[in-house]
T-cell receptor
Framework: AQSVTQLDSQVPVFEEAPVELRCNYS??????LFWYVQYPNQGLQLLLK??????LVESINGFEAEFNKSQTSFHLRKPSVHISDTAEYFC????????????FGKGTHLIIQP | DADVTQTPRNRITKTGKRIMLECSQT?????MYWYRQDPGLGLRLIYY???????NKGEISDGYSVSRQAQAKFSLSLESAIPNQTALYFC????????????FGPGTRLTVL
């Protein structure tokens, strides 16, 4: 079984400042890792994913996440945030080769202050 | 057009009522899932299905049942709704070749009074 910990339930940052949303996972097997974003009153959209290969993965809107196996982490970063980045961000894990759903963290609410 | 649709989008019902939430997809995926989202708890898996003959319980299946009527349709039922089933419900799909990446519907907000 896997578990995901998102330590910060809310992260307030000023517009154009950098941000890091933390995610740690626990698993006895190799995993796939995902970040999903939920904008207000919407469903979840995939932001980025780590499957294999390069440990640094990037999204089209400037976010990046780095898989760190030794620290069992998959932190999400953006060098300069915008008001439009205000959303709930969920880290999720799946057993490599598994198909029985994703295990989600509790989410981090990113609040962008003007 | 949305690839994963859910009906209804909002529903208010009373304790003890039977209610069905429906999910349809046009992505051609074999795998379908139902999750519930509660504030501060993230998403938790209720049921999942790999095909019309394969239904599996998730983490929190008690009080729920499902039906996979076709490859494209997966319904969630609450036989006798209770207030602590008030939540946001999401349907998701996954392709066998997509490394368990899931594609979500817009959600159904259910309130049980």
């Amino acid at each position: 079984a896997q578990s995901v910990t998102q330590l910060d339930s809310q992260v307030p940052v000023f517009e154009e400042a950098p941000v890091e949303l933390r995610c740690n996972y626990s698993s006895s097997v190799s995993v796939y890792l995902f970040w999903y974003v939920q904008y207000p009153n919407q469903g979840l959209q995939l932001l980025l994913k780590y499957l294999s290969g390069s440990t640094l993965v990037e999204s089209i809107n400037g976010f990046e996440a780095e898989f760190n196996k030794s620290q069992t982490s998959f932190h999400l970063r953006k060098p300069s945030v915008h008001i439009s980045d205000t959303a709930e961000y969920f880290c999720a894990v799946s057993e490599r080769g598994g198909a029985d759903g994703l295990t989600f963290g509790k989410g981090t609410h990113l609040i962008i202050q003007p | 057009d949305a690839d994963v649709t859910q009906t209804p989008r909002n529903r208010i019902t009373k304790t003890g009522k039977r209610i069905m939430l429906e999910c349809s997809q046009t992505k051609g995926h074999d795998r379908m899932y139902w999750y519930r989202q509660d504030p501060g708890l993230g998403l938790r898996l209720i049921y999942y299905s790999f095909d019309v003959k394969d239904i599996n319980k998730g983490e929190i299946s008690d009080g729920y049942s499902v039906s996979r009527q076709a490859q494209a349709k997966f319904s969630l039922s609450l036989e006798s709704a209770i207030p602590n089933q008030t939540a946001l419900y999401f349907c998701a799909t996954s392709d066998v070749h997509s490394y368990n990446e899931q594609f979500f519907g817009p959600g159904t907000r259910l309130t049980v009074l």
